[in-house]
C-alpha cells in the first residue's frame, strides 16, 4: 500500500440503495449522482447479448456522470436477471414480484452483474454471471416473502441482503457481494491498482 495517491472524490452512479450501502459499510465518503440514462433503450437492443446489454447500461451510467466530473472516481453497474432469453424487469409493485418469483422458483437462472469504473483517463469494465438455483417454492411462500422483504426495484425480484437467500437451494458465482450489488473484491482490487486510498486499510 505504499505510493497511496490523495483520495479523489468518488461519485456513485447510481440510484441503488444496495449499492449505496455497500460502500457505506466499507467506510467510503461518496456523493450519489444518478445518470437518468433510459435503461430500456439498452434492453432491447437485441444485436448485443445479454452480458453486453447489461454491461452497456452500467457504461451508459458512468460515461454521463464522468463527462461532467473528470476528475472524480466514477462508479457505476447493473444487474440483469435471465431466464433463458427472458429479461426480468425490476418489480415496481408487490404483485409483479410475485409473479416473476414464481417463474424463476424451481429453476436456475442468471444474474448478470456488470461494474464499470472511470477515473480520469482510466477505465476499468468487469462482468459477473451469478447462476441462482432457485428453491422450489409456493404461491404463499413467494407472497410470504414477498410481504417480508418487500424486494421491489430488484433485479429478479430478490435481495440476499433482506431474507433472499433463503429462496436459494444454490449460488454459483466468484464473489456473493456481486449477487447484492458490487463485486466488491474486484471492486476495491482495482482501486488498490489504482492507488486510491481505502477507508479501512
Same mark, same amino acid.
Given at each position: 500500500?505504499?505510493?497511496? @495517491?490523495?483520495?479523489?472524490?468518488?461519485?456513485?452512479?447510481?440510484?441503488?440503495?444496495?449499492?449505496?450501502?455497500?460502500?457505506?459499510?466499507?467506510?467510503?465518503?461518496?456523493?450519489?449522482?444518478?445518470?437518468?440514462?433510459?435503461?430500456?433503450?439498452?434492453?432491447? #437492443?437485441?444485436?448485443?447479448?445479454?452480458?453486453?446489454?447489461?454491461?452497456?447500461?452500467? @457504461?451508459?451510467?458512468?460515461?454521463?456522470?464522468?463527462?461532467?466530473?473528470?476528475?472524480?472516481?466514477?462508479?457505476?453497474?447493473?444487474? !440483469?436477471?435471465?431466464?433463458?432469453?427472458?429479461?426480468?424487469?425490476?418489480?415496481?409493485?408487490?404483485?409483479?414480484?410475485?409473479?416473476?418469483?414464481?417463474?424463476?422458483?424451481?429453476?436456475?437462472?442468471?444474474?448478470?452483474?456488470?461494474?464499470?469504473?472511470?477515473?480520469?483517463?482510466?477505465?476499468?469494465?468487469?462482468?459477473?454471471?451469478?447462476?441462482?438455483?432457485?428453491?422450489?417454492?409456493?404461491?404463499?411462500?413467494?407472497?410470504?416473502?414477498?410481504?417480508?422483504? #418487500?424486494?421491489? @426495484?430488484?433485479?429478479?425480484?430478490?435481495?440476499?441482503?433482506?431474507?433472499?437467500?433463503?429462496?436459494?437451494?444454490?449460488?454459483?458465482?466468484?464473489?456473493?457481494?456481486?449477487?447484492?450489488?458490487?463485486?466488491?473484491?474486484?471492486?476495491? #482490487?482495482? !482501486?488498490?491498482?489504482?492507488?486510491?486510498?481505502?477507508?479501512?486499510?
Amino acid at each position: 500500500m505504499n505510493n497511496i @495517491h490523495q483520495s479523489p472524490s468518488i461519485i456513485l452512479a447510481s440510484a441503488s440503495s444496495s449499492r449505496r450501502q455497500q460502500l457505506e459499510d466499507l467506510g467510503f465518503v461518496f456523493t450519489i449522482k444518478p445518470s437518468g440514462i433510459d435503461e430500456d433503450l439498452y434492453k432491447k #437492443n437485441t444485436e448485443l447479448s445479454l452480458e453486453k446489454r447489461c454491461q452497456a447500461i452500467a @457504461h451508459a451510467k458512468v460515461e454521463k456522470v464522468a463527462k461532467e466530473h473528470p476528475d472524480s472516481l466514477v462508479l457505476g453497474g447493473d444487474q !440483469m436477471a435471465a431466464l433463458g432469453s427472458e429479461i426480468f424487469n425490476k418489480s415496481e409493485t408487490p404483485e409483479q414480484a410475485v409473479q416473476s418469483l414464481m417463474k424463476l422458483q424451481g429453476k436456475t437462472h442468471c444474474l448478470f452483474t456488470a461494474l464499470y469504473m472511470q477515473y480520469k483517463d482510466q477505465s476499468f469494465d468487469y462482468l459477473e454471471t451469478n447462476k441462482m438455483k432457485m428453491r422450489q417454492l409456493t404461491e404463499s411462500q413467494i407472497r410470504k416473502y414477498v410481504e417480508k422483504a #418487500n424486494p421491489l @426495484h430488484c433485479a429478479g425480484s430478490y435481495a440476499l441482503e433482506r431474507y433472499g437467500i433463503g429462496l436459494f437451494e444454490k449460488i454459483e458465482t466468484k464473489d456473493q457481494s456481486a449477487v447484492i450489488g458490487f463485486p466488491l473484491t474486484t471492486l476495491i #482490487n482495482q !482501486m488498490i491498482k489504482w492507488n486510491i486510498p481505502l477507508p479501512f486499510l
